[in-house]
């Protein structure tokens, strides 16, 4: 059975860091693409970070880079987020997202909240 299941979420005040994970399960891990979305309240759900199954690389959306860091771990079926400098218009749900590309399928965790406030 195919599951996503993000963890680390929280409470956090601005500045402060975070370190968001995934567990993947009942797929390839290693050869899907990750990624990480987040979904504020009213707001469309927006990329955040990717990282490829084929060479590692990742991208960042402007507003995160050099404070937000992507991994993954193909041993564990794990991807990470790190995330550094919080501010508070980072606050909201943030979704692991997996994509599939033979078959193709795309697969989302339930999401972690992340609140940043003083």
């Known amino acids: 059975q195919v599951g996503l299941v993000e963890s680390g979420g929280g409470l956090v005040q601005p500045g402060g860091s975070l370190r968001l994970s995934c567990a993947a399960s009942?797929?390839?891990?290693?050869?899907?693409?990750m990624s990480w979305y987040r979904q504020a309240p009213g707001k469309e759900r927006e990329l955040v970070a990717a990282?490829?199954?084929?060479?590692?690389?990742?991208n960042y959306r402007d507003s995160v880079k050099g404070r937000f860091t992507i991994s993954r771990d193909n041993t564990k079926n794990m991807v990470y987020l790190q995330m550094n400098s919080l501010k508070p218009e980072d606050t909201a749900v943030y979704y692991c997202?997996?994509?599939?590309?033979?078959?193709?399928?795309?697969?989302w965790g339930q999401g972690t909240q992340v609140t940043v406030s003083s």
């Open positions: 997202k997996a994509v599939r590309l033979t078959p193709a399928a795309v697969y």
């Open positions: 009942g797929f390839t891990f290693s050869r899907s693409g």
């Open positions: 990282i490829s199954s084929v060479d590692g690389s990742t």
